[in-house]
């Protein structure tokens, strides 16, 4: 009873967690390497190798920053990134957290991490940090609209909120197909919520790297972590339809 | 064991390197830029290496050491044709380009196998503005709304606001001059109110540019017209890296740089990047009718911006040789940010396009008391200083908008001797070709 309904669920959102993130990152080396990037080290060590001299550097401090708060946003971002992967139907079978309500925890999910986002520039206390949480809250709102659409979307036709029960109704048609939209702006969704490639406005190069800017060691590695992790169940939800037909 | 482990692999990450651009050394970082593992970054706090190239004029020593004490240990700093602060004598330094990637990485390895110590503070730890165990309640603070709470004197609304009437409390800080979305040297006092400027007030002016020898020597006597063109293009190429960068649009940045070194600049290299900026949004991106300037500040200005404003202002078009060539002189209207990146792409364009037909024809400039240079025409006197422009145009923008419009402006004065003399050699074919394989 343990062993199934929880230690294995734990370990398989860890598991897929920690194993998608790398993968995230190797595929950003590997992209950043095909658009003409100068690169020197492998696309799979690259990451390995930036997480390890994060490890070695030192976590520095700012003037009278909230501590607690600049601690643990990254910790929380990570964690709002694990709520939402145990959500997800890996199989007809294999589901870490079978919740009847999983469409709206994945909801919260969103917008909580506008809160940890914003926690993230602003404890800090310094300007670009602060600008960067200003950013992501104006945006964040924006997102979250964008996929309260999607998801009671997907929701009506399978006349539940539990994430297996959306996949089982794409039996006979998939969602990508029934609302076309849904998939796309998903996508835009999670590349603004991780603030990734072309949507990358909150951590941004105008801002020295926005509220970020003024981490370093172990800190900046599990923002790093967090936000590669967090794209992990973005990207999860979306394959899940393949097996419902399969 | 372990952390030995760590420290091997921990070594062969990419350098992160912060650059601090001091007089005339800017030109090293193009050459990192195209390096494959040197990454220049955005943050001290997120560089192992802090590279200071180029001089630092002695009144911003205390402005660097600011910087300095900003990396986290272990940290490195590398001179590159600069001289060290007095506290750090016995720092590296090197005056030789090629050096510079290798001395980099070897830096970092050191660092990270322990060969090498961290470099020391050379600040006291403590915070600008006494505030512990100060004031009324122990936090600096005194009174309803006086005093240093925490350090920072309370956030004040003092005026109105510019925007939407979201009455943000107000933020004054110093930018630069070690900014790296700042023109090198530009220092300015800024309040902000969000994202919002409310004011800017320029406190010190950008670095001197250095510009090719054959401007200057296009002032002695003739010179042939497709050198002077070529040196052109890649003058306005490199600033378009700049502004592509602070996009965050760093392919395209990179391909912009790569022309600009590629011996071989041709204007179909030009016309593929052109399609890509028009695909990647950024005429668009720039485009919303920001950073526009008036028909005065314009010509004061000078160069792209005042062209780009609607001034027929050009001494190629009282050259002969030019006029030989049928130059014709190009402009646009409105004045803004995106207007002047119009230009500058299709300056680019006319210079490589009357390249080729004066190498073809070995048409030479004919007037030598004047030259149009890329920063605005030279002509008895030098394209004056004009950051102080900046006080009445960034006001009322957002940061973004203000970044922008900051990289579209090319304000800084001319050097009174060349990229050769300064050591930033103007091409150098390998860097683009290493790059590339």
Known sequence: MILDELILPVLLVIVVLVVGAYLVAVLDEAIAGALGMPRATSVWTAPLAQGAWLLTQQANATEAPDWRAWRLAPALYLALAAIGLAVVPFSPTLIPTDLVTSVVLWGSVEALATVVIFLHGWSANTLLALIGAYRYVALGLSYILISMFVLIGVALPAESLQFSQVVASQEGLWNVIRQPLGLPLFLIVGLGMTFWGPLNLADSRDLARGTASAVSGPPRLVWNLARAAMLVPSAARRRAPSWAAG | ?437
């Open chain 2, 1 to 437: 064991m372990a952390v030995s482990w760590l420290s091997r692999l921990a070594a062969q990450a990419s350098v992160p390197v912060f650059p601090v651009r001091g007089l005339h050394g800017e030109e090293a970082f193009y050459q990192l830029a195209l390096t494959p593992g040197i990454e220049l970054v955005d943050s001290p706090r997120h560089a192992s290496i802090l590279l200071v190239a180029g001089g630092v004029p002695p009144d911003q020593h205390d402005a660097l050491r600011r910087v300095h004490d900003q990396l986290p240990a272990p940290f490195a700093t590398l001179w590159y044709c600069s001289e060290p602060l007095a506290e750090l004598a016995s720092a590296t330094r090197l005056d030789d380009p090629g050096a510079l990637p290798g001395a980099l990485m070897t830096i970092h390895r050191e660092l990270m196998s322990g060969k090498r110590g961290s470099s020391p503070r050379l600040l006291p730890d403590e915070p600008p503005n006494p505030w512990e165990g100060l004031g009324d309640d122990g936090h600096g603070g005194e009174g309803m709304m006086g005093g240093v709470p925490y350090g920072r004197p309370m956030a004040m609304n003092m005026t109105d606001d510019l925007r939407d009437g979201l009455t943000l409390d107000s933020l004054t800080v110093i930018l630069g001059p070690f900014l790296p979305m700042l023109p090198p040297g530009l220092s300015a006092k800024v309040t902000l109110q969000g994202d919002l400027i409310q004011s800017w007030t320029t406190r010190g002016a950008p670095y001197p540019i250095a510009l090719e020898s054959l401007f200057f020597q296009a002032l002695q006597g003739p010179v042939p017209i497709a050198a002077l063109e070529r040196a052109r293009a890649r003058y306005h190429l490199k600033r378009l890296h700049f502004a592509l960068r602070l996009a965050g649009l760093d392919r395209l940045a990179l391909e912009a740089l790569r022309l600009a070194f590629d011996s071989h600049l041709s204007l179909k290299g030009v016309a593929i990047l052109r399609r890509r900026l028009m695909r990647s949004g950024f005429f668009r991106l720039t485009a919303t009718g920001q950073g526009r300037l008036d028909e005065e500040t314009a010509r004061r200005a000078g160069g792209v911006a005042a062209r780009a404003a609607g001034h027929e202002e050009d001494w190629r078009s009282e050259d002969e040789g030019y006029r030989q060539l049928g130059f014709l002189l190009l402009t646009q209207r409105q004045g803004d940010t995106a207007a002047r990146w119009r230009q500058t792409l299709s300056e680019v364009e006319q210079s490589l396009q009357l390249a080729a037909q004066a190498e073809h024809e070995a048409v030479h400039t004919q007037r030598s008391d004047g030259v149009e240079t890329p920063r605005g025409t030279w002509h008895r006197q030098w394209p004056e200083e004009a950051s102080d422009l900046l006080d009445d145009l960034l006001p009322g923008l957002e940061w973004d908008e203000a970044m922008s419009t900051l990289a579209s402006l090319d304000l800084a004065p001319l050097s009174p001797w060349s990229l050769e003399e300064t050591g930033g050699a103007p091409i150098t074919q390998d860097i683009g070709e290493e790059s590339r394989a």
